[in-house]
């Protein structure tokens, strides 16, 4: 297992990426996180069996752009839309519906590193915090590592994150607009009512 800082990271993420089955542990603004290609399904795997995730929950996508979800997905609800140009990048995550009579859940994180790998790399990342499954979030790399069942291919170390930090804001955004919080975080619905008003 490598072990880099953000400064001499990004090309070694980079790298890895573009290899089938590669697990990171990243920084992010609220916790820190497993990420792989959203599109490798050996890499997701692995993420499931080093946080004995169930297999019905499903990954969370970090986005460098509100246009790569309309690529994926087709069309994003006007309050989804709306959430996504005030919060984002931020600690939101956003549930929409995915065309398929299922959903798609999103995230544009708010940190320096993940937002230059997510521009560089162009592409989704699958992500999940970086614990055992029903555990707390991991506030530093130490912590992450100690916490997961298997290395992953490469820590970035951006520090410790500061111990208020709170997971992601989740919102289910329906078709028709009408939402709701499936998860509190830092952005509360009073703040969400406020900028849809």
Same mark, same amino acid.
Request: proline residues 5%; charged residues 20%.
């Given at each position: 297992?490598?072990?880099?800082?953000?400064?001499?990271?990004?090309?070694?993420?980079?790298?890895? /990426?573009?290899?089938?089955?590669?697990?990171?542990?990243?920084?992010?603004?609220?916790?820190?996180?497993?990420?792989c290609a959203a599109d490798d399904d050996a890499a997701r795997e692995?993420?499931?069996?080093?946080?004995?995730? +169930?297999?019905?929950?499903? /990954?969370?996508?970090?986005v460098p752009s509100l246009d790569t979800v309309r690529q994926t997905v087709g069309s994003v609800p006007e309050v989804a839309e709306k959430i996504a140009e005030y919060f984002c990048p931020g600690p939101v995550t956003l549930?929409?519906?995915?065309?398929n009579g299922s959903t798609y859940g999103f995230r544009i994180p708010d940190h320096p590193?993940?937002?230059?790998? /997510?521009?560089?790399?162009?592409?989704?990342?699958?992500?999940?915090s970086a614990n055992l499954s029903g555990? +707390?979030?991991?506030l530093s790399v130490p912590e992450a590592?100690?916490?997961?069942?298997?290395?992953?291919? /490469?820590a970035i170390d951006g520090g410790t994150i500061p111990a208020d930090s709170l997971a992601s804001t989740v919102i289910l955004v329906n078709a028709d607009n009408s939402w709701k919080i499936l998860r509190q975080g830092p952005v509360t619905e009073k703040m969400?009512?406020?900028?849809?008003e």
């Open positions: 297992m490598l072990q880099l800082t953000e400064e001499q990271a990004l090309a070694p993420a980079l790298d890895l /990426l573009s290899k089938s089955g590669t697990v990171l542990l990243a920084p992010t603004e609220t916790v820190y996180g497993l990420i692995r993420i499931y069996q080093l946080k004995h995730r +169930p297999q019905n929950k499903m /990954l969370a996508n970090f549930v929409i519906p995915d065309g590193f993940m937002l230059a790998l /997510l521009r560089a790399y162009g592409k989704t990342l699958a992500s999940t555990e +707390p979030a991991a590592l100690r916490s997961l069942d298997g290395e992953v291919d /490469l969400i009512t406020s900028i849809l």
